[in-house]
């Protein structure tokens, strides 16, 4: 497992091991996030410098050297989803959308200004980009389908458009595309069908932050005052053991699940807070 707070640390399945990078000072990550494949090719977003890991070196790109993006004017890059290195889609400030496929850095056209935070997809013709307006909770959801990118109506509807979509799923299932978006509450849809609320989430007005998933019927999802609940396709669980609801220093920062194991993390009391979950 990798994981950042200020620095980039390694979990080898005991302990916790901080990793240098460019030899970069302690702390000097803080506030970036990571994409990776696998422990040989991973990316690190830090605002306006991407690094790449691919296996021998780490490769530095400073994005105002690119010419696709002014930094700090346009603002500052937040996460990065794609299927290779070379294929790579990259979300930020001001709706802004870089593509990067080996060698050379695009601007993408988009139909918003909003602030994009969260990147995922299935395929390089079928990826969703999620954000919201911090002052508002305005929710912005944008698909792109190989071509173009488009405003969800996830975005404009009633039901959505105040919560603060941070997060978006889309899984295979039966012979149909099942969709799950998360901000303050979990939104689904299956296929071109209308997005439905599941209100039953426990106490989903503090999630907002994580959500990580590998089937429609196996999700989880992690928020503000250690809110960890699981949708097993017929009911919500809330684990109990790490909710704190008094706790205003207390929350998820990011989830990810793959196989049988869940990693939530996030800060607790002002120190680095770390889940790990095995199913047997």
């Known amino acids: ?23 970069h000072a302690p702390g000097a990550l803080s506030g970036a996030s990571i994409f990776g494949f696998n422990d040989n090719d991973f990316w690190i977003i830090d605002g306006s410098i991407m690094y790449h890991w691919n296996g021998t070196a780490v490769i530095e ?11 700090p004017h346009d ?10 290195s070379n294929a790579m889609f990259f979300v930020g400030d001001s709706g802004t959308i870089l593509h990067f496929d080996g060698t050379h850095w695009t601007k993408m056209s988009t139909p918003t200004k909003e602030n994009l935070y969260v990147i995922r997809g ?4 079928d990826i969703w980009a999620t954000g919201y307006n911090p002052n508002t909770a305005e929710s912005e959801v944008l698909h792109f389908d190989g ?53 039953t989430v426990p106490n989903g007005d503090h999630i907002g932050i ?15 005052w250690g809110v960890v609940a699981h949708w097993s396709g017929k009911s ?24 049988n194991t869940l990693c939530i993390v996030g800060v607790k009391n002002g120190t680095s807070w770390v889940l790990l979950g095995q199913r047997q």
């Open 1 to 23: 497992i990798l994981a950042l707070n200020g620095d980039l640390h390694r979990f080898n399945g005991t302990s916790w091991n901080r990793e240098t990078l460019n030899g």
């Open 61 to 71: 790109t400073r994005l105002e050297k690119t010419g696709v993006w002014n930094y």
């Open 75 to 84: 603002g500052v890059i937040h996460s990065a989803w794609g299927t290779s």
């Open 122 to 125: 299935s395929s390089d013709t």
């Open 147 to 199: 071509t173009t990118w488009t405003e969800d109506k996830l975005s404009t509807s009633g039901t959505a458009y105040s919560y603060g979509i941070g997060d978006v799923v889309e899984f295979d299932s039966a012979g149909h595309k099942v969709l799950a978006a998360a901000g303050s509450t979990v939104f689904r849809r299956t296929d071109d069908g209308p997005w439905w609320m599941d209100g």
């Open 210 to 224: 994580g959500f990580a998933a590998q089937s429609p019927n196996d999700l989880f999802v992690a928020g503000g």
């Open 236 to 259: 919500w669980k809330r684990y109990d053991q790490f909710y704190e609801p008094d706790n205003p220093v207390y929350g998820a920062g990011g989830a990810s699940y793959r196989g």
